[in-house]
């Protein structure tokens, strides 16, 4: 079990896995969304912002694993003199 997102982003990123593709274009989920109150569209809209935002958030620990790994490959290549 994972128990919050930072290791979920790990898991991500050490296997290699990708995120989800967009389904808000979805036909299924434009039926869902055209049926929904304007007060429940405006909910669905935070909910979407927030996993955006934590979709940033897994790029961004990616990016910095990568960086983590380039850096310890350099120094045992070229280790300082």
Known sequence: MIP????????????GLTMPDDFTKAPAF????NQLS????RQLS????????????????CFQQGIRFALS???QLYPPE
Do not use: R
């Open 4 to 15: 919050n997102t930072e290791d979920l982003f790990a898991h991500y990123c050490t296997h």
């Open 30 to 33: 434009l039926i869902l969304k």
């Open 38 to 41: 304007s007060e429940q569209t």
């Open 46 to 61: 935070a909910l979407l912002d927030e996993q955006a935002l934590t979709f940033c958030d897994y790029a961004y620990q």
């Open 73 to 75: 490959l350099m120094q």
